[in-house]
C-alpha cells in the first residue's frame, strides 16, 4: 500500500525522526487499518541511515475501516494520528477520527482515546464514476508554538453524492500531564582535566505540564558509577 499522505520530518534536541502512515486490509476481507511506523537517526546526520524505532497497527474494534491517515509529531515528541473512518453498518458514515501517543507511551501503540473530530452524517455513494474522496487529507505542525497540529480533510453530509462531501480544517493539541518535567538541554559549564578533576555542567529543565512544580528530585548517574541525587 503506498503512503498516501507526505512523510512528516522533526529534528529533536538528541535524535531526528521521520513518520509514515498508510492503510491496510487488517482481516484479509477489506477492513482497512491504519499501520504507521517511525524512523530514528541521529542528530547532525544527513546521510540515509534512518533505522526503524517503532511501528504499529490501529484498528480496533471489528467493523470499522481506517483510511487515508495522516500523521505528524509536536516538539515534545507527541504523535498524533488523523485519519477517515466508515463502515457497512448502520449510522457509521464517512467520517474523521484521531488518536495519538505520548513518547513516554509503550512502543508501538496509540494509547490516546479514539476521538471523533467530526462525525459524518450520510453515505457516500459512488455512482456516476463519483469516488474521490480524501486527496486533500493534510496534518501539519505550527512552526511558530511547535505544538499545535493542523488537519484537513473530508466527510460526508447532506446527501450522498459530491455535493454532500465536506471538508473540515481543524487545529488540535494534546492535553498536558499535569506535572511533566523534561531535560531539554545538558551543557558543559566548565571542563576539568583527567583524573580527579571535577566538571560543571548546567541542565535546563522544562516544564511540560499544566500545574506548576516548586519542588521535585533530580537524579543523574555518571556511566555505571556515581549517583547523585538534587
Not at 466508515?86 to 482515546?113: E, F, H, I, V
Not at 505544538?147 to 484537513?152: C, E, G, K, M
Not at 462531501?165 to 576539568?192: C, E, H, L, Q
Request: net charge negative; aromatic share 10%; proline share 4%.
Amino acid at each position: 500500500f503506498p503512503v498516501t499522505i507526505e512523510a512528516p520530518m522533526r529534528v529533536l534536541s538528541d535524535h531526528q525522526t521521520l513518520l509514515a502512515a498508510f492503510s491496510t486490509d487488517v482481516d484479509g476481507s477489506d477492513r482497512a487499518g491504519v499501520r504507521w511506523v517511525e524512523l530514528r537517526r541521529s542528530s547532525g546526520v544527513t546521510t540515509a541511515t534512518w533505522t526503524k524505532y517503532q511501528e504499529g497497527t490501529y484498528a480496533p474494534g471489528t467493523g470499522t475501516s481506517r483510511w487515508m491517515p495522516a500523521i505528524n509529531m509536536d516538539k515534545y515528541g507527541n504523535i498524533l494520528l488523523v485519519y477517515s473512518t466508515s463502515s457497512t453498518n448502520a449510522g457509521d458514515y464517512p467520517s474523521l477520527k484521531m488518536t495519538g501517543r505520548k513518547p513516554c507511551d509503550p512502543l508501538g501503540q496509540m494509547t490516546m482515546t479514539e476521538t471523533t473530530v467530526v462525525a459524518g452524517t450520510t453515505s457516500k455513494l459512488g455512482g456516476s464514476g463519483d469516488t474521490r474522496w480524501g486527496d486533500y487529507h493534510q496534518l501539519s505542525i505550527d512552526d511558530f508554538d511547535g505544538v499545535t497540529f493542523y488537519h484537513f480533510g473530508l466527510y460526508q453530509t447532506g446527501s450522498s453524492n459530491a455535493n454532500g462531501t465536506r471538508s473540515r480544517s481543524s487545529a488540535i493539541r494534546f492535553d498536558p500531564s499535569a506535572k511533566d518535567a523534561a531535560i531539554v538541554n545538558v551543557f558543559p559549564v566548565s571542563s576539568g582535566a583527567a583524573c580527579g578533576s571535577s566538571t560543571q555542567i548546567g541542565v535546563i529543565i522544562e516544564n511540560q505540564g499544566s500545574s506548576p512544580i516548586t519542588s521535585g528530585t533530580f537524579t543523574w548517574q555518571v556511566g555505571t558509577g556515581y549517583r547523585d541525587w538534587e
